[in-house]
């Protein structure tokens, strides 16, 4: 059966990738030098850190366009099924970083708590309060645009790039609840509320690592997705019967596998002109598709099989 798809990411989703993750550098930069201007003239340690938090971001981005651009390769020789895989290497390694980010924010945490003396803390100005403000306003609205734009192309690279985002969203709350807390002569909720954000950053850096490994170990689809594709194999004219059917990931893309069953006295060229039908319903039908295998087995043979004959 010819594929589908001779690239294996689609120009218009590499241009989806790219402006998305060039849209996240200028924001990401701006609003680094936002917070460390204001943690520094508002005598925020809380917002000096967010500042770092924001310039991580920057590396995961050119992390995503590494990623994107690799697995966007045309497939060769040595690589026959394309290079989808390498976003996926690029989400782990942008999981990594996520979860070394909110050990870091937890730690840090954990000591302010155990160390005691918040009365000695400095108490941060009026300025670092409207740049965590600002902070959160613009980091949710990038999460969920960088969000959309992941699940538009199916990118979980991009997608843990939208998690670094919320990530950066909580750590600016979390800094804002520090200003007030520390304004109010409660310092103590500073490092509590980094915390409580190292344990949503843990959670989201688990799940977006599960994610990439079940695209690199060819998990199958989701059951109601290949329930799906079975009637629409179903309703090609001559598919008598679908006596297997197999999926896998492969980075943002679906391999699929079917056997069908056909009446046996047809000829050779009538049983492949069926196969071809449903080989292209089914790339037709589901975008993410990349390349569906049709096996005809002749019903009659088929049938003793599940008779045990």
Known sequence: MKEKKQNSVQPDENKVAMRVSVVSIIVNLGLSLLKLLAGILARSGAMVSDAVHSASDVFSTFVVIVGIKLAGKKSDDDHPYGHERMECVAAIVLAAVLAITGIGIGMDGVGKIIGGNYETLETPGLFALIAAVVSVAV???????????????????????????????????????????????????????????????????????????????????????????????????????????????????????????????????????????????????????????????????????????
């Open 139 to 309: 980091k949710e609205w990038m999460y969920w645009y960088t969000r959309a734009a992941a699940k538009r192309i199916n990118s979980g690279a991009l997608m843990a790039d939208a998690w670094h985002h919320r990530s950066d969203s909580l750590s600016s709350i979390g800094a804002f609840a520090g200003i007030i807390g520390a304004r109010m002569g409660f310092q103590i909720l500073d490092p509590v509320a980094s915390v409580i954000i190292c344990v949503f950053i843990e959670k989201a850096a688990i799940d977006i690592f599960r994610d990439a490994v079940d695209k690199m170990v060819d998990k199958a689809c989701p059951k109601e997705l290949v329930d799906r594709m079975k009637d629409v194999i179903s309703d090609q004219s001559g598919v008598r019967r679908v006596d297997d059917i197999k999926t896998r990931l492969f980075g943002s893309k679906i391999y699929v596998d079917v056997e069908i069953a056909v009446d046996g006295e047809q000829t050779l060229n009538a049983a492949h002109k069926i196969a071809e039908e449903v080989h292209d319903a089914v790339e037709q039908s589901f975008e993410n598709v990349k390349h569906c295998m049709v096996h005809v087995n002749p019903l009659e043979h088929s049938a003793s099989e599940e008779n045990g004959v």
